[in-house]
């Protein structure tokens, strides 16, 4: 077990400190071993965006979904499950902005990125699928 995962628990009970400081460790320990542009440190950096946008840290968030998402599409160009979490999690922050348009283009490709690999009826599909429809769209 990772720190990434242990800190899944305090931030699903809604610990966000505790799971802030987990996935801070966790972000310092990957960047060291595997280097600043490996595919784990985009992981880290989505959850941390989460925990910002939970706070109303929405500027923070935005920074955080870009740069877990600018990694994403270097490690994985063809797009993944993770390209398509880090998608999802800007689209709720410019939500959250009242930026609703700039936010379309991104669920429309973690909705297409996850139909494609998960199928239409997985949760996380579902997930995509309701902000798309909280966007208008």
């Given at each position: ?19 802030e ?50 990694i994403?599409?270097?490690?994985f ?61």
């Amino acid at each position: 077990i990772t720190l990434s995962n242990l800190a899944r628990i305090p931030l699903e009970r809604g610990d966000l400190d505790e799971a802030e400081r987990l996935y801070r460790e966790a972000l310092t320990t990957f960047r060291q071993r595997l280097g600043p542009d490996a595919w784990n440190n985009g992981v880290v950096l989505t959850h941390l965006a989460t925990i910002a946008r939970r706070r109303g840290q929405l500027a923070e968030a935005q920074r955080l979904a870009r740069e877990a998402l600018a990694i994403h599409e270097t490690a994985f160009p063809d797009g993944s499950q993770y390209t398509a979490s880090a998608q999802v999690e800007l689209g709720h922050v410019l939500l959250a902005r009242g930026r609703p348009g700039a936010a379309v283009a991104h669920v429309r490709a973690a909705l297409a990125q996850r139909e494609a690999e998960v199928g239409p009826d997985h949760e996380s599909t579902a997930e995509a699928r309701a902000l798309l429809a909280r966007l208008g769209r």
